[in-house]
């Protein structure tokens, strides 16, 4: 061991300094006792020695504080790259060394199970249908997951006075609301009406106040319940209209064969009592079947079947789709443009089921456009199919006729409900229907051209 290393051996440094203490102590003593000039001498150079060897160990302290002051910012800045020597130096300062670098991989350890955490959450959150949002009391978002984005309809979120552009009312109803609260609002953006279902909770982290929001939409909720309160009205009124129309039906047409049989077979012609029952009757019998028929059409909404789902490419059936519009509409001059994407992109559902919403959904665009006389020679319809990051499955039947009404659009998937003469109105509502079956949803995008969205999860 050098010169150099042992004066910074530690051990060495305190038996120094003890030493020098005591004797300067020993001296002052003597010189209190006894005055002389050599012991005053002493005690001087040894009260110097002390001072000396405070400030020797003042230097070590400085020097290990620094060490660990340097591991700290280190560690606070991410660089992965501090070390210190722990095969050089005298034992006791190796020892440090060592003890220090393990302190850092503990506390690099540390941190980065973490970061791991955090990003563990945060994907959790993102897979998840709710919508988070965590706020301060300023309005700052802390936390968004990406649900949360997507029923906003927002790319950037911030603050909650980006909530402005979107609805005033959603902003107001976001920044003042409590922990406890159960809101419901509604508001439009491209994607339609959606109903948000909010409640609130808090908490306090590091002196900080938190509200948690969970948003969730409800809109597929409200469906379901319309739906099947329409359901059960339309068994309803079938059943009571079929009850009491088909005796009458049947009643008519056997007094028909009756007054038939019963004719007098001579060349004397019906008197006009006779003529005016068989009219009455026959009146009846046709009246009586048509409403049969009618109530018939409107049963199909209560009997869809269960759909037997199976793997199919949407590309051929889009085509297939197309082809059997232009066969049942061959007047019509309408052009049609197609977008799939991926061109193998693939749909899981009941190919039969989905056929018939699609189908419908073309017959109306064509009719819609057919009573435009501006657009019967330069009609377009867009069919548009894609997939989204969460992988559900979209296809978008546009068309070019006239927009439909605001007033009219919040009414149109309502069953009976038309604005066609001679419509029946259960058209969109069987579609609806189908799509729900489906695990989908299918809504109506404003904007310059009528686009029917239809949503498989």
């Known amino acids: 061991?050098?010169?150099?290393?042992?004066?910074?051996?530690?051990?060495?440094?305190?038996?120094?300094?003890?030493?020098?203490?005591?004797?300067?102590?020993?001296?002052?003593?003597?010189?209190?006792?006894?005055?002389?000039?050599?012991?005053?001498?002493?005690?001087?150079?040894?009260?110097?020695l002390l001072i000396v060897a405070l400030h020797w160990q003042y230097r070590l302290y400085r020097q290990q504080t620094h060490k660990v002051l340097f591991m700290l910012d280190a560690i606070e800045n991410n660089d992965t790259a501090i070390?210190?020597?722990?095969?050089?130096?005298y034992s006791d300062n190796r020892l440090i060394n060592r003890a220090l670098n393990r302190v850092a991989r503990i506390?690099?350890?540390?941190?980065?199970?973490?970061?791991q955490q955090e990003k563990y959450y945060e994907l959790i959150l993102d897979c998840i249908n709710t919508g988070i949002l965590v706020l301060n009391d300023n309005g700052a978002v802390y936390q968004k997951n990406r649900e949360a984005l997507r029923l906003l309809g927002l790319n950037v979120f911030t603050h909650v006075h980006q909530l402005k552009r979107i609805d005033t009312r959603l902003e107001e109803l976001v920044e003042h609301c409590h922990a406890g609260d159960k809101l419901q609002t509604a508001f439009s953006n491209e994607r339609g009406t959606v109903n948000l279902s909010i409640r609130v909770s808090d908490i306090t982290v590091r002196n900080e106040h938190l509200r948690i929001l969970a948003l969730n939409d409800i809109n597929n909720e409200l469906d379901e319940k319309e739906i099947d309160s329409w359901i059960r009205l339309t068994r309803v009124l079938t059943h009571e209209i079929m009850n009491a129309v088909t005796p009458i039906a049947s009643l008519s047409d056997t007094l028909l064969t009756l007054m038939t049989k019963h004719a007098p077979e001579a060349a004397t012609p019906p008197s006009d009592?006779?003529?005016?029952?068989?009219?009455?009757?026959?009146?009846?019998?046709?009246?009586?079947k048509g409403l049969l028929a009618f109530v018939e059409s409107y049963r199909k909404f209560t009997r869809i079947p269960t759909p037997e789902p199976s793997l199919f490419y949407v590309k051929g059936f889009v085509n297939r789709m197309i082809e059997l519009a232009r066969h049942q509409f061959p007047e019509a001059n309408i052009g049609f443009d197609t977008d799939i994407e991926p061109d193998d992109l693939i749909l899981y559902a009941d190919e039969n089921l989905i056929s018939q919403v699609v189908i419908n959904l073309l017959?109306?665009?064509?009719?819609?456009?057919?009573?435009?006389?501006?657009?019967?020679?330069?009609?377009?319809i867009a069919i548009r199919a894609y997939c989204n990051e969460a992988e559900a499955i979209f296809i978008e039947i546009s068309n070019n006729g006239p927009s439909i009404p605001p007033d009219i659009a919040d009414h149109i998937f309502i069953p009976f409900f038309t604005t066609k003469e001679g419509g029946s109105g259960?058209?969109?509502?069987?579609?609806?229907?189908?799509?729900?079956?489906?695990?989908?949803s299918i809504s109506l995008l404003s904007g310059k051209d009528t686009t029917f969205v239809l949503k498989f999860n």
């Open 1 to 48: 061991m050098s010169i150099k290393d042992i004066r910074q051996y530690y051990p060495f440094r305190v038996a120094v300094s003890l030493t020098v203490a005591v004797l300067t102590g020993m001296l002052w003593t003597l010189v209190v006792v006894q005055e002389g000039s050599s012991i005053l001498f002493w005690a001087i150079a040894c009260t110097l």
């Open 83 to 89: 070390h210190f020597a722990e095969e050089e130096g």
């Open 107 to 115: 506390l690099y350890n540390v941190k980065n199970e973490t970061a």
């Open 273 to 288: 009592m006779e003529e005016e029952i068989s009219h009455g009757l026959q009146t009846i019998s046709s009246t009586g």
């Open 363 to 380: 017959k109306n665009a064509i009719q819609a456009i057919g009573s435009d006389e501006a657009k019967k020679e330069n009609g377009r």
């Open 426 to 440: 259960i058209g969109l509502s069987i579609s609806r229907q189908i799509m729900r079956l489906s695990g989908g």
